[in-house]
C-alpha cells in the first residue's frame, strides 16, 4: 500500500508524521476549512472549482486564503505517483495550509441510504465536522452504508460527505444552494455534462419518497465517484440504466 504523503504551504513535502498545526492555531478548535479531491494521473480533478468553492466560503469564516494554494497543492501532486489514485486533502486555518494524500479506498458502487433529520450549520466545508462523522457513524452502526439528510419540511439535501444527484426523465438534477446545501463540485461537473448525454440540468427539490420512482439516484463525491443509492429507507430502488454512462463520466471525464 503507498504511504500517505504530507505537505506544508511554505515547506513542501515532510516527513507524514511532521506537526503541521501550532497548539493556539485557531483551526485547532474547528476555525478552518478543507476541500477533497481526487488525484488521477498526478494531477488534482476539478481543482479550479474546488478552490473557487474554498475561497466563497472562507469570508464566512473572516478567513483569507492564500493566492498561491493551486501552485502548492499542484507541487504537492507532482510528488505523488502518477499511477496511484489519491485522495487530497487541502486544509486551510488562519496559521497554515497543509495537505494530505493518501492512496483512494476501494469504492462502494451501491449503497443502503437511510434519512436522517439535517443538522443545523453553515453550507461551508468547515473543520467542524463533528455532525457528518455522527450521521455515518450513527447509519453504519444500524447496519446501512450511507445517510441522506433530510430538511425539516420534508425534502432530501445531500448526504453527510457527498451531494445527492437524480435523473428525472430527461433532466438530471440536484439540490439547489439555496436549500442551504454545500454546492457540490462533482454534482456540478455532472449537470454541466448533461446536454452532451441528451439530457436537461436544474436544481430542484424533492422528497425521499419521490425519489423511489426516479430514473436513478446516486450519491457523488470528488473522491468516492458515484455510488448509487439501492436501498432507501428499507425499500428498494430499482437499479438504473444509467449508472455506468455517469460512473464513465465520472471514472475517465471527457477531455
Request: overall charge negative; proline content about 9%.
Amino acid at each position: 500500500m503507498q504511504a500517505s504523503l504530507v505537505a506544508v504551504l511554505g515547506r513542501g513535502v515532510v516527513p507524514t508524521g511532521t506537526p503541521v498545526m501550532r497548539a493556539d492555531d485557531p483551526g485547532v478548535l474547528g476555525e478552518g476549512l478543507f476541500e477533497t479531491m481526487l488525484v488521477r494521473d498526478g494531477r488534482p480533478w476539478l481543482l479550479d472549482e474546488h478552490l473557487d468553492r474554498l475561497t466563497a466560503s472562507a469570508p464566512a469564516l473572516g478567513m483569507a486564503v492564500p493566492t498561491s494554494l493551486a501552485d502548492f497543492v499542484l507541487a504537492a501532486c507532482a510528488q505523488w505517483p502518477a499511477e496511484v489514485e489519491g485522495a487530497l486533502r487541502l486544509v486551510c486555518t488562519p496559521m497554515t495550509a497543509f495537505c494530505t494524500i493518501s492512496p483512494v479506498p476501494p469504492r462502494v458502487l451501491s449503497l443502503r441510504v437511510r434519512t436522517l433529520p439535517a443538522s443545523s450549520g453553515l453550507p461551508i466545508k468547515s473543520l467542524s465536522y463533528g455532525p457528518s462523522l455522527i450521521a455515518r457513524r450513527q447509519v453504519a452502526a444500524s447496519g446501512v452504508d450511507d445517510a441522506l439528510w433530510v430538511s425539516p419540511d420534508g425534502y432530501a439535501l445531500e448526504g453527510p460527505t457527498a451531494s445527492l444527484v437524480w435523473l428525472d426523465g430527461e433532466t438530471l438534477c440536484t439540490v439547489p444552494p439555496s436549500a442551504g446545501v454545500l454546492p457540490g463540485v462533482t454534482a456540478a461537473w455532472l449537470l454541466g455534462q448533461a446536454p452532451a448525454q441528451g439530457w436537461r440540468a436544474a436544481h430542484r427539490m424533492i422528497t425521499p419518497e419521490d425519489l423511489l420512482a426516479t430514473d436513478g439516484a446516486w450519491l457523488a463525491s470528488s473522491v468516492r465517484g458515484l455510488a448509487e443509492i439501492r436501498v432507501l429507507d428499507g425499500v428498494e430502488l430499482l437499479p438504473s440504466l444509467h449508472t455506468e454512462r455517469l460512473r464513465s463520466l465520472v471514472s475517465r471525464p471527457p477531455g
